[in-house]
């Protein structure tokens, strides 16, 4: 046992299953760990070193921001937040609306509901009683606080944690019909992400999302996307709604992970849109008081932010995610191997969907876990997507040599499988 290991053994809450990795630097693709070997990063910490590690430019951005200023109250204005929310609102976005900084998409997703809840109150049912319900999707993942945990559609993430936030009903993702049966008077809106990361990398169909647009205009509810693993250029467009459904128009958009390149930020969106009769724009609900973050876009954060969406933006990085999902797929479908059955996902958020008989595994590992365990011992890092899906997460500025060998690293492991049974 490491030191490291034994200091977590003795000091930190064991609420991650901890893979036998110490890593101390990085650089782009490359991760290197405490002996010294170099892995192959198409983990990327989950969808959120978009630019891969050490990237020269926000690492410029943090050094000169922490020279100058690290933080400050929310309570002034600071020009990096400010500028933060004009490049994501002119350049990603494209719509007109406001944002509020967090610290990560759990807590985004938590002030998306906090907004639905204070809509509900401004437009009440019929009988004045306040709406207050919002509607997600089985196989969903929204976060981890009481709030976002109760929004998600994963009782294995809820378990031991009752009584859960009441206000949530989850639907079957994708089917349009029981999303038009489930609206209620007290349906306020409805979350869903666009491409489900944690539950098994699911697109979201562009006739759901239309429906979804469709059934909300219909009964003046909120219609909000959960971006957190999907946006900013990962699915190959600055929205992933785009790629799916270009010509909806959301009243609420969540993100984290990749906005920040590693650095904890999150934000909500909340379009500008008038939401009574008088013209009262959607993000004045949320006036002051109303909620607030201490470190919330900060100028570090932010100043990293805008480096990491800059590039991403200047350097058409979601282009080269469309390209390398090609890659990938026609490269994946080429080897015709049993274990893997499907390709999900857009961009480089890639799911293999796993056949569990043609992956032979301890009895204390999903397929999907076996897999990834057996592709880090031969230098590639991955990550699950539940127990038979296996993500590929490389940074946005990813070589076709590096995707190449990456792949080759996968497809000699598929061929080292022992036989099943």
């Known amino acids: ?133 919002v509607l997600t999707f089985n196989r969903s993942f929204h976060g981890r606080t009481l709030g976002s945990m109760a929004a998600t559609g994963q009782e294995k993430i809820q378990q031991g944690f009752d009584p859960l936030l009441p206000g949530f009903r989850h639907l079957p993702f994708n089917d349009i019909d029981a999303l038009r049966e489930s609206i209620r008077p007290e349906t306020a809106a409805l979350l869903l992400e666009p491409v489900q990361g944690e539950g098994g990398v699911h697109v979201a169909t562009a006739g759901f999302l239309r429906a979804a647009a469709e059934i909300c205009r219909e009964h003046d509810l909120l219609l909000m996307l959960d971006e957190v693993q999907a946006g900013f250029g990962r699915c190959g467009d600055a929205m992933a709604w785009r790629r799916i459904a270009p010509e909806i128009t959301p009243d609420g958009i969540s993100w984290a992970k990749g906005m920040g390149g590693g650095v904890p930020i999150g934000s909500f969106w909340l379009s500008d849109r008038a939401v009574d009769g008088d013209g009262t724009p959607l993000p004045s609900l949320m006036g002051p008081g109303s909620h607030g973050s201490t470190y919330g876009g900060n100028p570090l954060v932010c100043a990293a932010a805008l480096a990491v969406l800059r590039e991403i933006r200047e350097r058409d990085l979601a282009a080269n995610a469309l390209r390398q999902e090609t890659r990938i797929r026609e490269t994946i479908t080429s080897w015709n191997h049993p274990a ?54 490389p940074p946005l500025n990813v070589t076709d040599a590096e995707i190449d060998e990456g792949l080759e690293i996968l497809h000699t492991t598929l061929r080292g499988l022992p036989p099943a049974g």
């Open 340 to 393: 893997i059955r499907e390709i999900r996902g857009l961009g480089l958020l890639v799911g293999l969907g796993l056949d569990a008989g043609a992956i032979p595994c301890a009895d204390d590992r999903t397929p999907a876990l076996d897999l990834v365990l057996r592709l880090m011992e031969n230098g590639l890092l991955t990550v699950p997507a539940g127990p038979d899906t296996m993500r590929l997460l």
């Open 1 to 133: 046992m490491s030191q490291t290991e034994a200091r977590y053994q003795s000091h930190v809450l064991e609420t991650y299953a901890r893979m036998p990795l110490e890593p101390v630097r990085g650089r782009g693709t490359r991760l290197e760990d405490r002996s010294g070997r170099v892995y192959l990063d198409f983990c990327t910490g989950i969808a959120t070193c978009s630019l891969g590690h050490a990237h020269p430019r926000v690492a410029d951005a943090i050094r000169r921001q922490a020279e100058t200023l690290l933080h400050v109250s929310n309570l002034y204005h600071i020009p990096q937040q400010a500028a933060l929310a004009e490049e994501i609102n002119t350049r990603h976005v494209g719509l007109p609306g406001k944002l509020f900084f967090s610290n990560s998409g759990a807590e985004a997703n938590d002030g998306l509901i906090k907004s639905a809840r204070r809509f509900g109150r401004h437009r009440p049912q019929a009988d004045g009683s306040p709406r207050y319900e």
